[in-house]
Nanobody, 118 residues
Framework: QVQLVESGGGSVQAGGSLRLSCAASGINFSNYVMGWYRQSPGKRRELVATIPSDSSGNTDYADSVKGRFIISRDNTKNTVYLQMNSLKSEDTAVYYC??????????WGRGTQVTVSS
């Protein structure tokens, strides 16, 4: 059974930082592209960042988070991280972890809430 479990969300003031973690099980983690998405009320789920399976390739970021967020992974721990710095109120959302296989199969976590107050 595939499980992606996010942690690290919470409430923070604007300008602060949070680090999200996503622990994966039930998949061959090192074969998956990992990503973070987010969704705020009334909006569509949007891509935040992705990192390739071996982390030696290019990471990809939404323009809105470039220079503030950093995605990384530890294949020995089956975990992907999202370091979020200089947080803004518009970063408030539920953040979801995603795993994508080479056959475009997607798995999702349940999400973790991030609330940034101004």
């Amino acid at each position: 059974q595939v499980q992606l479990v996010e942690s690290g969300g919470g409430s923070v003031q604007a300008g602060g930082s949070l680090r999200l973690s996503c622990a994966a099980s039930g998949i061959n983690f090192s074969n998956y592209v990992m990503g973070w998405y987010r969704q705020s009320p009334g909006k569509r789920r949007e891509l935040v960042a992705t990192i390739p399976s071996d982390s030696s390739g290019n990471t990809d970021y939404a323009d809105s988070v470039k220079g503030r967020f950093i995605i990384s992974r530890d294949n020995t721990k089956n975990t992907v991280y999202l370091q979020m710095n200089s947080l803004k109120s518009e970063d408030t959302a539920v953040y979801y972890c995603n795993a994508e296989s080479r056959w475009r199969t997607h798995f999702w976590g349940r999400g973790t809430q991030v609330t940034v107050s101004s």
